[in-house]
C-alpha cells in the first residue's frame, strides 16, 4: 500500500516544469557523464594542469628576484635558463646524485619486498599476521617522523648506530673511527647510505603486500606440480611466480623509480637543507634555486621541466603497462 | 619415515627463524623511537645505550604538549591542524572522485579513454614541479599560511588515484539493481544516494586510505606554504622546525615523532584489511 502511494506521488512531484525541461535536456544531450566529472577535472586542472603549464612559462623568462619585486618587468629568454642550468656542475651532481640513488634504492626495495612476500606467502597464519604487522608500522611511519628517527639513529652525539660500530672488531667495520662519524654532513655517500637504509625500510613492505596478493592468485597445483617435479625454489621463482607476476613487477618497477626520484622530505631532514650542497639530489637542487636567496623562478621552472620530461619517460611506460593489461576497460 | 619429518621440522624452524629476525630487524627503528621518547636526558646520552630505558618518564611528552621544547605552541594545536587538513581532504576528495568514478565506470562518452589515460599521467606530476606555480597562485588568492589553501591542493592531488581505484568499485555494483529502482520511478539522485552509495562504501573506505596519507604526511607544499607562520604548522612541519630548532632535545622531538607516527598506525590497523585493495588498487588491479 504504502509502496504504491510512493509510486504515484512521483510523477506529481516530477511535473514541475523547470525540473523536468532540466532533467531532459541533460537526458537529450547526454550531458551527465560530463557534469559527474566537472568537479573533478576542474580540480585536477586548477591545481595540477595550469601550473604546470605556468611553470614551463616561467622556464623561459627571467623570472628572478628583480621581477619578483616589481623593480624590472619579466622577459622572455629564450633557452637561456636552460643553458645556464647546464653550465652548472652542481645540476649535474645532483642529477648524478639522484639517479645513483634511484638505481641502487629500486632494486633493493623490490628485492627486499619481494622476498618478504614470498616469506609471508609460506608462513602460518599466527606467523604472517606477525611479520605483517610489523611491516605495516615501518610502513605507516610518516617519512618526515621516520627521517628524523633514523638522523637520531646515525647521530654522531648519542646515536646508536656509531656506538654499534665503535663496539665491533676492526675486521668486520674497517679502521675508520666511527664512534663520532657523522652520517649527514661527511658528503653524499654516507648520507645517502643512510637514506636507502630508511627508504628501503618504508618502501619494502608496499612491494610486500602487493606482491602477497599476486602470489595468492597463482594457482596452487602449480607449485604442488613443481614440487613433485623436484624443482628448485629458485627454479620456481622464475619458471612459475616471475611470468605469472611480471605485470605486477612492472608496475612496481615503475611506481618505485619515479617514487626514488621523487624523495623530497626525506632527504631534505637528513641533509639538513640548506646545509650541504654536495649532499644535494635534483628535487633539492630545484628547490634551492626557486626559494633560496636570491629566488629565481625562471631557474625553477626550467628545473621543473627538466624533472617532469624525465619522469615522462617513466609515466609513458607505466601508462602503456597498464593499458596492456587492460586497466582501461 | 623419520628422516622427511625431520628435514620438514628444519625447514619449518628456519622458515619461522627467518619471520622472526625480519619482523624484529622491522620493528626496531620504531622501538628505539618510543623507547627514546620515554628516556630521561641523561640516559639518552649515556655512554652505553640501552634498548629500554632504565627510569621511565612521562617528562618528554610533558615539554612537548607545554610547547616549551619546540618554543612554537603545544603539540596539540598542530596536531589539530593536521587531523582538520586530513579529514577535510579525505571528505572533499571522496565526495568528487565518488561522483568522477560514476561517470567513467557508467557511462560510454566520447573522451573517457582520453580521461583516463589523463588521470594516470597527471598523478606522476611531481610536487616538485609544481611548488613555484602553486606557491605564486596561492599566493595571490591570499591562501598561503591558512589551511583552507593546503586542503584545496591536497584534495585536488588526491584526485586522480582515488577516481582511478573507485571506478573499479563503482563496475562491480549490478547495473540491474539501478535499473529496477529507475523502473520503480526512483530519480539519479535517488539512486544515488540509496543504491550505489550504500554499495561502493567500502571502496570509499579503501580511497580514503589514499586520500588520508597524502594529506597527513605531505610535505613539500605545507613547508612552502605555511612559511613563518608558526600557529597554522601542520604535524611534519611542526616536526621538522623543531627539529631543525637544534639543541639535540632527542627525547621531546621522539615524543612529537611517535605522537605524530600513532594516529596512521591506528588507522592502518583499523582498516587493514582493506590496505591491500585502497592502497595496491590504483596500482595494479587484483
Known sequence: ???????????????????????????????????????????????????????????????????????????????????????????????????????????????????????????????????????????????????????????????????????????????????????????????????????????????????????????????????????????????????????????????SVIWDFNVFAQSYVLTGFPGNRDEFNLSLYIYDKAFQFPPSYGLGGALALIFTLILLVVTVGYVRASVRQGLLR | MSRPVAVRRIKTVSLNGTAVLVALVTLFPIAWMISTAFKPSQEIFSLTPHLTPGHPTLGNFREVISGQASGIGSVWLFFRNSLAVTLATVLVASLVSLLASVAVARFRFRFRASVLIMLLIVQMIPGQALIIALFLDFNKLGLLENLLGLILVYAAQALPVSIWMLRNFVATVPRELEEAAAIDGAKAPTIFWRILFPLVAPGLVATSIFSFITAYNEFIVALTFLGQAHSTYTLPIYVTYFFNRGGAQWGPIMAASTMYTIPVVLFFLIVRRRLVTGLTAGAVKG
Not at chain 1, 616469506?119 to 605495516?136: C, D, I, N, P, Q
Not at chain 1, 652520517?183 to 653524499?188: D, F, H, L, M, R
Not at chain 1, 597463482?218 to 613443481?226: D, F, N, R
Open chain 1, 1 to 255: 500500500m504504502a509502496e504504491y502511494a510512493w509510486r504515484r506521488e512521483r510523477p506529481l512531484r516530477g511535473t514541475t516544469p523547470r525540473g523536468t525541461s532540466l532533467a531532459a535536456f541533460i537526458r537529450r544531450h547526454k550531458l551527465a557523464p560530463y557534469l559527474l566529472l566537472a568537479p573533478g577535472l576542474a580540480g585536477i586542472a586548477l591545481v595540477l594542469l595550469w601550473p604546470l603549464v605556468q611553470v614551463g612559462m616561467y622556464a623561459f623568462q627571467n623570472y628572478g628576484l628583480p621581477q619578483i619585486t616589481g623593480a624590472e618587468p619579466t622577459q622572455w629568454v629564450g633557452l637561456g635558463n636552460f643553458s645556464t642550468t647546464f653550465a652548472d656542475s652542481e645540476f649535474w651532481l645532483s642529477l648524478r646524485t639522484t639517479v645513483l640513488f634511484a638505481a641502487v634504492v629500486v632494486p633493493l626495495t623490490l628485492i627486499t619486498g619481494t622476498l618478504v612476500g614470498l616469506l609471508l606467502h609460506r608462513l602460518g597464519k599466527k606467523m604472517a599476521a606477525f611479520v605483517s604487522t610489523a611491516a605495516l608500522l615501518a610502513w605507516a611511519t610518516p617519512p618526515v617522523a621516520a627521517s628524523v628517527l633514523f638522523y637520531w639513529l646515525f647521530n654522531p652525539d648519542g646515536g646508536l648506530v656509531d656506538w654499534t660500530l665503535s663496539k665491533l672488531p676492526n675486521w668486520l667495520v674497517g679502521n675508520t673511527d666511527w664512534a663520532g662519524f657523522n652520517w649527514t654532513t661527511s658528503g653524499a655517500l654516507p648520507v645517502y647510505t643512510v637514506m636507502t637504509l630508511l627508504v628501503v625500510w618504508q618502501s619494502f613492505p608496499f612491494i610486500a603486500v602487493t606482491v602477497l596478493a599476486g602470489l595468492k592468485t597463482v594457482p596452487a597445483e602449480l607449485y604442488e606440480a613443481a614440487r613433485v617435479d623436484g624443482a628448485t625454489p629458485f627454479r620456481v621463482f622464475w619458471r612459475i611466480t616471475y611470468p605469472l607476476l611480471k605485470p605486477i613487477f612492472l608496475v612496481l618497477l615503475l611506481l
